[in-house]
């Protein structure tokens, strides 16, 4: 059983960064590739982001890419995403998940999900 653990949530203005984290434990992290989705107030949860077993692949919704940046520390069992250029409409609760199966996640059907950890973005 795998634990997902976000952080690195908050209050920022618009055209801010930050950077959120996800710590996993209870399985090899290498073996998972890791996703980041989020769910806005009064919406659907979607997926914004997925990186690969060793980083090497990633994807990114339409209306994050060039903002967002997703990353891996396997030796940190960590997966990361940093988001620069922050809109009103990045307000959400940001969710990380794993799969062994990546196409699991672009299909917003991971196996394992985080609590979540919040972002508004205003001024």
């Known amino acids: 059983q795998v634990q997902l653990v976000e952080s690195g949530g908050g209050l920022v203005q618009p055209g801010g960064s930050l950077r959120l984290s996800c710590t996993a434990s209870?399985?090899?992290?290498?073996?998972?590739?890791m996703g980041w989705f989020r769910q806005a107030p009064g919406k659907e949860r979607e997926f914004v982001s997925v990186?690969?077993?060793?980083?090497?692949?990633?994807s990114y919704t339409e209306s994050v890419k060039g903002r967002f940046t997703i990353s891996r520390d396997n030796a940190k069992n960590t997966v990361y995403l940093e988001m620069n250029s922050l809109k009103p409409e990045d307000t959400a609760v940001y969710y990380c998940a794993a799969d062994a199966n990546a196409g699991s996640i672009r299909r917003s059907s991971p196996r394992y999900w985080g609590k979540g950890t919040q972002v508004i973005v205003s001024s």
């Open positions: 990186i690969s077993w060793l980083g090497g692949s990633t």
């Open positions: 209870g399985g090899t992290f290498s073996n998972y590739a």
